[in-house]
C-alpha cells in the first residue's frame, strides 16, 4: 500500500483496516477492492465486501469525480508506405464520446517469441502513448506483430483479444495503469 498507509489485521479474512497518514490537507485518496481467486477454498464462497466505513478527522464536502479510463480499438489496418514505413490507421475507441482525450500507442512486439514461448512482450514504439490516426512509423523486424492501445491521462485501455478470446496482457507501463473503459467486442485475434 506505499510508505503512507498502515495495514492492521487481525485475521485477514474477517477484519482489515487501512489508515492513511495524510501529508498534505487535501490530498484524494481511492480506495478500491480487487477481486481474485483463492484456490486453496475449497467451499468456492468467494469474497465478501461488507461494513465499509471510512472515518475522518477532518470532515469535507464529498467528492464524487469519477475519472474515465481509455476503453479499445475493435479495427485497425497497416500499410506499407514504403520498405522503411508502415501507416497505422485505426477506429476510435469505443468509449470515444464519454472520454474524448484518449489518444493511442502504436505497441510492436516479437511474433517468434510469441509463437515459442507464448508470451507477449509488445511496448509503445518511441516510448510514444500520444499517437492519433493516421500514424506513420518506422518498420521492426519482419517478424513483428502490431496493436493499437488506447491512453490518457496516464492511462492505458486495453490492447484487444487473443485468439483464445482472453484479453491480452499490459507488458509495458509506459502508458500507465492499464484499466479498459468498455470493450469494442472484438473477435479473437493474435
Known sequence: LG??????????????????????RHDVVWIAFVFGSDRGAATG????????????????P??????????????AWFSLLDPSTIEADWTESCNLASFPAQTYSI???DLDALRTSGNYNHAPIDDRCDRTAPA?????????YYL??????????????????LARPQVSNVCGARRVGCSAGLLPGL
Not at 464529498?62 to 479495427?75: F, M, N
Not at 506513420?136 to 517478424?143: K, L, P, R, Y
Not at 493499437?148 to 478470446?165: F, M
Open 3 to 24: 510508505d503512507d498507509f498502515h495495514e492492521r489485521s487481525q485475521h485477514p479474512q474477517v477484519f482489515l483496516s487501512v489508515e492513511y497518514f495524510q501529508r498534505r
Open 45 to 60: 464462497e468467494g469474497w465478501y465486501v461488507d461494513r465499509v466505513k471510512v472515518d475522518t478527522l477532518e470532515p469535507a
Open 62 to 75: 464529498p467528492q464524487c469525480d469519477v475519472s474515465p479510463w481509455p476503453g479499445e480499438v475493435s479495427t
Open 107 to 109: 505497441q510492436v512486439g
Open 136 to 144: 506513420a512509423f518506422t518498420t521492426g523486424a519482419s517478424n513483428a
Open 148 to 165: 493499437i492501445v488506447p491512453a490518457g491521462d496516464g492511462r492505458e485501455g486495453g490492447a484487444g483479444s487473443n485468439s483464445t478470446g
